[in-house]
C-alpha cells in the first residue's frame, strides 16, 4: 500500500484548504483511514479518521471547522478544513490503520504518506 498526500500549501488566517490523499494497493474498505499532524518536537496527533461508511470522529481542535470524507471507488480521502488558524501550521500525514475502530491509535498505523506541509499565515 502507497499513500500520496498532496494539497498543502500557504494559506492566510481564516482561509481553507483541502488536503488530498490517495491510496493505491491493496486497499482493505472497512481499514480505518485519517490524517494526522505534526510540528516540531511534538508527537504526531490525530486530527480526524474515517470508516468507509462515512462515520467519522475528529480532534476537538478541528471540530467544526474541518470535515473528512472518502471515496472508496477512487482510493481517495479528503481533509477539507476551514477557518484556518496559525496554530493549524503542521506537516499533516495520510495514515492507513489495520484497526477498523474510529479514534486509531497511532501504533495501529500501517502505512503513512509523506506528509504535506500547510502553514497558516498572513
Known amino acids: 500500500v502507497q499513500l500520496q498526500a498532496y494539497g498543502g500549501g500557504l494559506v492566510q488566517p481564516g482561509g481553507s484548504l483541502r488536503l488530498s490523499c490517495a491510496a493505491s494497493?491493496?486497499?482493505?474498505?472497512?481499514?480505518?483511514m485519517g490524517w494526522y499532524r505534526q510540528t516540531p518536537g511534538k508527537q504526531r496527533e490525530l486530527v480526524a479518521d474515517?470508516?468507509?461508511?462515512?462515520?467519522?470522529n475528529y480532534a476537538d481542535s478541528v471540530k467544526g471547522r474541518s470535515t473528512i470524507a472518502r471515496d472508496n471507488a477512487k482510493n481517495t480521502m479528503y481533509l477539507q478544513m476551514s477557518s484556518l488558524r496559525p496554530e493549524d501550521t503542521a506537516v499533516y500525514y495520510c495514515?492507513?490503520?489495520?484497526?477498523?475502530?474510529?479514534?486509531?491509535?497511532?501504533?495501529?498505523?500501517?502505512?503513512w504518506g509523506q506528509g504535506t506541509l500547510v502553514t497558516v499565515s498572513s
Open positions: 495514515a492507513y490503520s489495520r484497526s477498523r475502530s474510529l479514534a486509531m491509535n497511532v501504533r495501529d498505523v500501517a502505512y
Open positions: 494497493g491493496k486497499i482493505f474498505g472497512g481499514n480505518v
Open positions: 474515517i470508516l468507509n461508511n462515512g462515520a467519522a
